[in-house]
């Protein structure tokens, strides 16, 4: 079967699938349903962030939870401060959040390996500490500490959040899709396999990295702006948690990394597990999933995309 077949038959099945899965509201579900559905494909869309910088590039970001908190207060800030509707308020979020990455990216994408990983880590928690002493510095009522936040209440349904994240994760997959056809794509993977290579080859790598780290902070800081309206209160301790970040890393590990599908996979997988796992062994479930996720870790250290693709021979998944 040639690339360009492969493709098609891919894409007709990718359309179909998300067809499907944006038409499960329609049907009438549980809202236990409704809600896990959305919290997983917020999460297949938060590790697609974080695929699209650090999985083509192999550059380790600690830091991607920043643009998510940032996201979360900057809705927060709109709509109880300036009484901003909510949509106006999100697009608002993605947009300072790329407007910080963008100075953040500038000196942080030239360094490599674990000083890049050490910079983003502690400008993460840097920002978290802002958030929970700036209105105690300056004495204003601002971030408003450690108490947070509580956003107004919409009265809008599971379906509302459902089709919200949907909406997003579904741009962050097109993304991908160019990152796959793209010239843009291909210098990604270039720095993944040999970066000064593709710097004497004339690819403006920094350019490239920043593109994809301002893009990713963009959806980011959406997610964390949905989130805020849908759980209607945040504090700097939950949206600034490293453990999102964790979670990042390990649903893309487990997908594969730098590959279209593995994000889908990876998050779907670990979020099933937690469901599943978490409610029948309360005490011990975490414990349990990290033995599985080492298990296929050391079975298929490409991740289970990563491995499909090696084993079959597909360029594109």
């Known amino acids: 079967m040639s690339d360009r077949k492969g493709s098609l038959i891919f894409w007709v099945c990718f359309i179909a699938a998300s067809a499907a899965v944006g038409a499960v509201p329609l049907f009438g579900p549980s809202e236990y349903v409704l809600r896990l559905m959305s919290v997983v494909i917020l999460w297949i869309g938060m590790a697609g962030c974080w695929n699209m910088m650090s999985g083509y590039t192999g550059y380790i970001d600690f830091g991607p939870v920043v643009y998510f908190g940032l996201g979360s207060y900057v809705t927060a800030i709109a709509m109880t401060k300036f ?55 300056f004495g204003v009522s601002f ?26 994760t579904f741009a962050i997959m097109l993304v991908h899709y160019g990152i796959e056809h793209s010239k843009f794509g291909y210098g990604l993977k270039a720095i993944h396999e040999a970066e000064a290579a593709a710097e004497i080859a004339g690819v403006d790598t920094t350019a490239i990295k920043l593109r994809a780290y301002v893009t990713s902070a963009f959806f980011l800081g959406m997610f964390g702006g949905i989130e805020a309206y849908w759980i209607t209160y945040i504090t700097p301790a939950d949206v600034f948690n490293v453990h999102k970040t964790v979670d990042m890393v390990i649903m893309t590990l487990l997908g594969g990394m730098g590959t279209f599908l593995g994000p889908v996979i990876g998050a779907s997988v670990l979020k099933i597990l937690y469901e599943i796992l978490g409610t029948t062994f309360v005490e011990y479930y975490l414990i349990m999933v990290g033995g599985i996720i080492i298990v296929i870790i050391l079975i298929m250290p490409s991740g289970i995309v990563g491995t499909i693709k090696d084993w079959k021979g597909i360029r594109f998944i």
């Open 143 to 168: 971030f408003q500490g450690s108490h947070g936040i509580t956003l107004p209440i919409g009265g809008h349904d599971n379906t509302f959040f459902f089709y919200c994240v949907f909406a997003v």
């Open 83 to 137: 009484a901003s509707p909510f949509f106006p308020a999100v697009i608002l979020a993605g947009g300072i959040s790329a407007l910080i990455a963008f100075p953040i990216g500038v000196p942080t994408l030239r360094l490599r390996g674990a000083y890049f990983a050490i910079a983003t880590f502690a400008f993460a928690e840097a920002m978290k500490q802002v958030t929970l002493e700036f209105d105690r510095t």
